[in-house]
């Protein structure tokens, strides 16, 4: 099953890369009516928009100095690729992560690019927020929506720092790969995540409808 799994996702490598490139656009504007809600209804995102802009305060003054250290970051982007090794059915062996910013985590099997590439576009710790805000009435409690603004931007900051051209695991699935898979990505998260804030799970379903639906009129122009 590991085996055939890795297969089908690194097969699937290139044509997900350009797909997902091809989507941008559509990701893009789909965010319009989203960030025009946002403005419309200000209350509904004042709580995500104050979590969002505690956490920025904290990271200028205190997380982004290399005295705060990364141990937290790091673990969580460690625990990111743990997560994606045991969805693809690899059985993880070993997580570790330094005050100094180093990890790893080591796993079973061949592995594929979905587990490197994981950890700079999938907001682990926003997810998990938002999954107990599923499950709460009206889309959750205030400060639910307040610590899932804090998330978003801890999210942000910590992918900002890692994405550099050292960074093992950008090495190993390939620059041009993520300069291709990436944005788009990144876009299609934080659009969902926005859209969730802004009129809940059912707002996330109308913005990914929207996204394969101007994907696919992009698509008809052109071949038309």
Known sequence: MQRSINRL???????????????????TSALGPVFATLLDFPERTAPFVSGFIMYTLGWYFIFRKRS????LSTLEHELTHALFALLTFHKVTGIKASWSGKG???????????????????????LA?????????????????????????????STWNETH????????????????????????????ILSVVVGGWPEGGAYLMAVLSSTWDLAANLIR
Not at 104 to 125: C, D, K, Q, R
């Open 9 to 27: 996702i690194n097969g699937l490598k290139w044509p997900v890369a350009v797909l997902t490139l091809f989507m941008l656009p559509g990701a």
């Open 68 to 71: 705060a250290g990364a141990y």
């Open 104 to 126: 790893s985590m080591h796993f079973e099997g061949g592995g594929n690019w979905l587990i490197m590439v994981a950890p700079y576009f999938v907001p682990t710790v926003s």
């Open 129 to 157: 927020v938002m999954a107990l805000m599923f499950f709460m009435d009206d889309g959750g409690a205030h400060a639910l929506h307040v610590l899932l603004g804090a998330t978003v931007c801890y999210h942000a900051t």
């Open 165 to 192: 051209r050292h960074q093992t695991d950008l090495q190993g699935v390939g620059f041009l790969f993520a300069l291709l898979f990436l944005p788009a990505a990144n876009v299609l998260s934080y659009g969902l």
